[in-house]
């Protein structure tokens, strides 16, 4: 017994006295690639198909012969959906590691959490997630959907081809949703939508008690007039939501649903059949049918081990990341920050879903908008597509507080955040 | 604007012929016939939605017989194209693959798997259409429940031809129930007749009537009306609607409040008996939930197509496994802690993240579907504003059950007896010569697997991942507590009364405030009874 | 009065002697040792150090109150993020018009959610000495109003640690609300600088490695203070029968409320340091999970030894560190494991360990 006790403060000691001895010793013949999602904690359903979608896409580029002659390296870290801890990982993968380009984050939290890091320490951040917009970093590259690549074509198709009259906004309490909300809000009010006719709801993560919410929805919908709600319901508590929608008798034909952030990683943990008709907007759908769609979706399958698995938007965000990033180094011919960003910029590479991704000025990508509606094999039929790509908005035009502002990393502007009134570049750390 | 022809199928431009035809020919409703089916049966096959919704017009006004079969199929997404010869099928899911039928020959077409049959796919507009027009085919259905949920789904929606027909139906309509709804469905129409008297004798005819698309007519003609006569019945017919619907309303919160608090008790109900009886901070007990849900995932797995029975074989599946594990930690670990009650919190800390990951790397970091069986979805209809929904009657009965079959098995089974016996004083049970070990696990067993049941309760109501647990365990302690430790009928009456609060809050104060409110709540209530609803009595309460 | 106060405490005087080694050490390390040595110590190793510390603090406040007073505190996190909000709304205000909206005096949240005023509750912390009170008071003052109620009112045991565990996780759900006004889900971020420096610059991180060292040590010796007087005395006694304390005639809710107070002071305090050291601060910090793994800390680490609480927070969060860069897949397992071994197999923790070497020795 006290020899394991012996052995154990061993161990604490040895593991006390390794801390001090951190940093150093990077191999030089590998560029080293961050990877940055939780493996564990809320988010980790989300997160953990991101990080096998970044390990296959540097498996593929590691046969194709890697990148300047070098190959890749993946390092994974777990930031455990614990927003600090994401910020003391991105400095680890940044000052530790060396890394040349990290790749992560999902919540918009854990991007403002690791954001000052990025800046202060000079890295290169992929975001692949749709978000809310109002933020533009020298750093920080957008793959994911400003508002109006989402929500502005998802609301311009109720309202046209549904005709849609009555509005509820329901969305989870924190920063997305309320974005979105405040967007499509004043966008609604120009169109001459009455206060009457849009109804507001925000819920706490994770909210599993819909009754007395879907019945209120029943009722506003009740009112004679064509109804949807546009859901900016966070992941874990669309399942119940969807759920009660259907059990109180709501099909998709009296109120449909569109929703931002339900995906076929989120219908396949569900029973589908209350959703089917309800409709999502996203800037990628599985089912699309394009050669190089079809070759991703075999790839992923063959990496994963398993045919039932499906893809999504944020894959596909993180597939043109790391094509632009390649193509960025390429052109660079380093790995350098500052060279690999002034290069990025103008950059395209081609959608999953035919077109081609465009690196903007602001940091942000062009991409198509598709409007699905959920099957009953939890794929989604495209109704409704853009004619062209929609090109990233940092700064919403229909909010008071962005409408002047503008970001454009391009000399002579330099600049996240350029008031184009006032001439100035407001909330620069650098 | 020109149908877009899709060059798919080799009879393409015959397709893009009649499609356009159609454009431009109306169809006639009176003459019709199986030529309509068969040409509208075509359109269907196309894979262009302005074309089909052209084919399911002529369907639906052929007036063949088959119509209502065909279209009720392309509603219910049961029509398949087979891959090899392009033909059309009804498919429905059967032991060996999908048992098909011919829609025109109305035979059996044998058999076919998933992959070897392309769906119909069809979108919101054309659902909307189908139900239209199964449900005016559904008007002459034999059976009157069939009658009367059609005549319901059309109330909003009448046009002029089935306007037409309902006046024709009202008439020769036996069954009194379908009737109404026929009458109130022509009121509705005629609250946009001309003359405000007949606007009137229609507002009469509505008045009672709760349904939604009542109120939703009589509001979209008070918004427009000119007539002071018109607008004061319908403004006193609405008011009435609107007290009944407040009274209905309270009564929903109540059922609301109820199902809330039937889910707060199973999933403190094991934790009553591990925390209470026990006194061990099981904080792996969400952990324990989530494994039963997770057997409920498994056992469908093992007997796809039989969702129901799976459900109920899970029951006792679930008990067992989440027992199993619990009497391997109690033996494993807690055995090892009685008298430090406090650093059974840190042990089953660390066992609740040591489960979480397993199931992560052993089943999947995401969630998984688990089905539920038919008779679980939908609501009962009590009239029209009151509609229970079935999932959380059942989850009402099942709490209930599993809180009587537990009280019995504590108060009068062999077991129950000991157990009470050891919680009260061990070292006298002991000299009584009760073995406290064997009746430690048990217990403990016992508590695990009635978290287990909770799991299969809750896998029908929420996701079921890694995380489920995490999100039940806080609430369970709250309930326990507030209801007194130890006291199982405490627990059942804080889950009730806190999930009826919180629901009675939650319209006035929205989901975050009343979830709130019902936290300072409890604290302020335990200040006032600082050993909770029921608190235990006697010299064992003095800590 | 502080060869008192360490007397008979081995494992505090070699705690101490330790801390006080490494806050010398550390910062020359850093600064005066060239980069490419392999003696030199990162920034990054300085500010994970700095943020261990305060979470040693916090450990320290939560081993007072369950150590010695036999209050076993689910809700110390609470304490914890209103100092970290408190400093927070501070560097908040220092950004001034260096928001991305470029007001001056809005945070650029609630620009954003169209506030056209600062509520009355952030006037005044665009001074320091305004927010430095606040850090203490705020915690102080909800823990005394909270003890007073409940001490009061006799609640005790499992009661107490739920209600205090409810108390966290309303205000967790408060401070997701958007409409408090505290930035709801992201909480506050992008700070600038403290008292005029920059908090990206090493000489701040150090300074700020330094100011969390001294308040553990400041910290140990207070609650070491405490334990050693006979108001310690007393509080063991009601930790260990408090009902014959009371019937003896001590005012047991008084002395029980006093030390809570001051625990809630402390662990305000831990995180007014912490806050500008990881540069974030949000309602997941009032998280009931965070509560509970900072009691795992002190009985990972051994309880009612003060120093066993600092011993516990350092290695858990070191090994939390560790392991998720080293095994992200299954670091759980590897953390799980160490929990329940621990309890196990050494019911005194880590300190009883070597209280038990000292004694054979």
């Known amino acids: 017994m006290t020899k394991t006790r012996f052995m154990a403060s061993a161990a604490a000691l040895t593991a006390a006295l390794s801390l001090g001895m951190s940093s150093l010793a990077s191999a030089a013949d590998t560029i080293k690639v961050g990877i940055l999602h939780s493996l564990s904690g809320t988010m980790a359903i989300s997160e953990t198909t991101l990080k096998d979608t970044m390990l296959m896409l540097i498996d593929e580029q590691n046969k194709k012969g890697g990148l300047l002659g070098k190959q890749l390296e993946p390092v994974v870290v777990d930031p455990a959906s614990n927003w600090p801890l994401f910020a003391e990982k991105a400095r680890e993968l940044l000052e530790k590691d060396k890394v040349a380009a990290v790749f992560g984050c999902w919540t918009s939290v854990s991007r403002k959490s690791v954001l000052p890091v990025f800046e202060e320490l000079n890295g290169l951040l992929f975001y692949p997630v749709q978000y809310e917009g109002e933020e533009s970093s020298k750093n920080v590259f957008y793959t994911g959907a400003a508002p109006n690549q989402q929500a502005i074509p998802a609301v311009d198709y109720l309202m046209n081809d549904l005709g849609v009259k009555r509005w509820v906004l329901a969305g989870t309490d924190y920063v997305y949703p309320r974005t979105t909300n405040k967007i499509l809000e004043a966008y609604l009010k120009a169109k001459g939508v009455a206060d009457a006719d849009i109804m507001i709801n925000y819920t706490p993560f994770g909210h599993s008690d819909w009754q007395s919410i879907v019945s209120d929805i029943k009722k506003f919908g009740s009112a004679g007039k064509k109804t949807a709600v546009v859901s900016t319901i966070n992941g874990d508590a669309n399942v119940p939501f969807y759920k009660e929608l259907g059990n109180q008798g709501i099909s998709s034909e009296d109120i449909p649903v569109v929703a931002f952030s339900v995906g076929e990683e989120e219908l396949s943990g569900i029973d589908t059949k209350p959703l089917v008709g309800h409709l999502a907007a996203w800037n990628y759908f599985m089912s699309v049918d394009t050669p190089e769609n079809e070759s991703f979706i075999d790839t992923w399958h063959t990496f994963i081990k398993n045919d039932d698995r499906v893809t999504n938007d944020p894959m596909e965000a993180h597939y043109i990341g790391f094509n632009l990033w390649v193509k960025a180094v390429e052109k660079a011919g380093s790995t350098d920050t500052d060279k690999v960003a002034a290069a990025i910029i103008g950059l395209e590479t081609p959608n999953l879903t035919g077109g081609k991704a465009v690196m903007l000025k602001n940091h942000h990508i062009t991409k198509p908008v598709l409007i699905g509606e959920i099957q009953d094999d939890g794929q989604f039929a495209v109704v409704s597509e853009t004619d062209a790509e929609v090109p990233g908005d940092a700064w919403s035009d229909f909010l008071p507080g962005s409408k002047d502002i503008t970001a454009d990393w391009t000399p002579p502007i330099s600049c996240g955040n350029y008031n184009s009134v006032t001439k100035t570049c407001s909330g620069q750390n650098y | ?543 | 009065m502080r060869l008192g106060t360490l007397h008979l405490d081995r494992g505090g005087q070699i705690f101490l002697a330790l801390l006080t080694l490494t806050t010398i050490l550390v910062p020359i390390l850093n600064l005066a040792v060239p980069a490419d040595s392999p003696m030199h110590v990162s920034t990054f190793t300085v500010t994970l150090l700095g943020k261990y510390l305060t979470y040693a603090l916090l450990a320290i406040a939560v081993d007072l109150v369950w150590g010695y007073l036999g209050i076993l505190s689910l809700g110390h996190g609470a304490f914890f993020a209103l100092g970290g909000y408190a400093m927070g709304m501070y560097l908040m205000r220092q950004i001034g018009d260096r928001g991305v909206y470029g007001n001056p005096e809005l945070p650029d949240f609630m620009v954003f959610l169209n506030w056209q005023e600062l509520p009355w509750f952030w006037h005044g912390f665009d001074m320091f000495w305004f927010a430095a009170l606040m850090v203490m008071l705020v915690p102080g003052v909800l823990a005394f109003v909270f003890g007073w109620l409940t001490f009061r009112s006799r609640v005790t045991g499992v009661y107490l640690s739920i209600i205090t565990q409810a108390l966290t996780y309303a205000l967790m759900l408060a401070f997701f609300r958007n409409e408090m006004g505290f930035g709801g889900n992201n909480g506050l971020t992008d700070f600038k600088d403290l008292l005029g420096f920059d908090l990206q610059s090493d000489v701040t991180r150090i300074g700020l490695f330094i100011a969390s060292a001294l308040a553990v040590a400041g910290g140990y010796l207070a609650c070491r203070t405490i334990v050693t007087s006979k108001l310690g005395r007393v509080t063991v006694a009601i930790r260990d029968a408090e009902s014959r304390t009371r019937f003896i005639g001590y005012r047991v809710e008084r002395f029980k409320l006093w030390v809570f107070t001051f625990s809630a002071v402390l662990a305000g305090i831990a995180g007014a340091l912490y806050v500008p050291q990881v540069g974030i601060i949000n309602p997941g910090e009032f998280s009931p999970i965070n509560s509970i793994e900072i009691v795992v800390w002190v009985a990972i680490g051994g309880r009612a030894t003060l120093y066993g609480a600092v011993l516990g927070a350092l290695l858990v969060n070191y090994g939390k560190t560790y392991l998720t860069g080293v095994m992200p897949d299954a670091w759980l397992f590897a953390l799980g494991g160490l929990f329940v071994l621990v309890t196990l197999f050494l019911p005194y923790g880590i300190a009883g360990l070597l209280r038990r070497k000292e004694t054979t020795a």
């Not at chain 2, 650093?343 to 995401?366: C, D, K, N």
């Not at chain 2, 300072?520 to 800590?543: M, N, S, T, W, Y």
């Open chain 2, 1 to 543: 604007m020109p149908t877009r022809c899709l060059p798919s199928a080799l009879s393409a431009l015959r397709l893009c012929l009649i499609a356009g035809l159609t454009f431009i020919v109306v169809v006639p409703l009176a003459q019709a016939g199986p030529a309509e089916l068969e040409q509208g049966v075509e359109l269907i096959q196309t894979n262009d939605y302005k074309a089909v919704e052209q084919g399911v017009a002529l369907v639906a006004a052929s007036g063949d017989p088959r119509a209502r079969d065909l279209l009720a199929a392309l509603q219910d997404s049961k029509l398949y194209l087979r891959k090899e010869d392009g033909q059309l099928f009804i498919g429905a899911r059967g032991e060996a693959g999908y048992d098909l039928v011919d829609p025109l020959t109305e035979t059996a077409a044998g058999t076919a798997a998933k992959r070897d049959l392309k769906p119909i796919r069809i979108n919101n507009r054309l659902r909307s259409q189908l139900r239209t027009a199964v449900a005016t085919l559904n008007l002459t259905h034999p059976d009157a429940s069939v009658r009367l949920t059609a005549v319901n789904e059309m109330l909003d929606r009448v046009d002029a031809d089935s306007l037409a027909l309902l006046r024709d139906l009202a008439g020769e309509e036996k069954n009194a129930q379908v009737r109404e709804g026929m009458t109130a469905a022509i009121a509705l129409a005629d609250l946009q007749a001309e003359e405000p008297a007949r606007r009137i004798e229609a507002l009469d005819q509505l008045e009672g009537n709760l349904h939604p698309a009542v109120q939703g007519g009589i509001q979209r003609l008070l918004s427009q009306e000119q007539d002071a006569e018109v607008r004061a019945t319908g403004e006193r017919l609405l008011e009435a609607i609107q007290f009944k619907r407040d009274l209905y309303g309270f009564a929903e919160t109540l059922f609301f409040g109820l199902s809330l608090g039937s889910v707060l008790v199973l999933a403190a109900i094991g934790l009553a008996i591990t925390f209470g009886v026990m006194g061990v901070i099981n904080m792996a007990h969400g952990e324990l939930i989530m494994l039963g849900a997770y057997t409920t995932y498994i056992v469908q797995q093992l007997m796809p197509g039989h969702i129901g029975l799976a459900l109920f074989l899970a029951i006792p599946a679930a008990f067992v496994v989440s027992g199993a594990v619990g009497i391997l930690i109690e033996r494993g670990v807690i055995r090892f802690l009685y008298g430090r009650p406090l650093e059974t919190l840190l042990a089953t800390f660390g066992i609740s993240l040591i489960l979480q990951q397993l199931v992560r790397t052993l089943i999947s970091p995401q969630n998984v579907p688990v089905a539920n069986p038919d008779w679980m979805s939908g609501s009962w209809q009590i009239n029209s504003v009151l509609s229970l929904t079935m999932n959380r009657m059942y989850i009402i009965a099942f709490c209930l059950i599993v809180f009587t079959a537990l009280y019995l098995v504590m108060r009068k089974t062999q077991l129950g007896l000991q157990v009470r016996a050891v919680s009260q004083n061990r070292a006298m049970a002991r000299a009584m010569g009760v073995r406290s070990a064997r009746v430690d696990a048990l217990t403990f067993g016992l508590g695990s697997g009635i978290a287990g049941v909770a799991g299969v309760a809750l896998s029908q109501l929420t996701n079921v991942g890694p995380n489920l647990g995490q999100s039940y365990i806080i609430d369970s302690f709250m309930v326990v507590v507030f209801g007194g430790v130890g006291n199982l009928w405490g627990t059942l009456v804080a889950g009730m009364s806190l999930g009826v609060v919180n629901k009675i809050l939650e319209p006035w104060a929205g989901a975050v405030l009343a979830k709130i409110l019902v936290l300072v709540f409890i604290i302020l209530f335990i200040q006032k009874r600082p050993r909770g609803l029921f608190p235990q009595k006697g010299r064992a309460a003095e800590g």
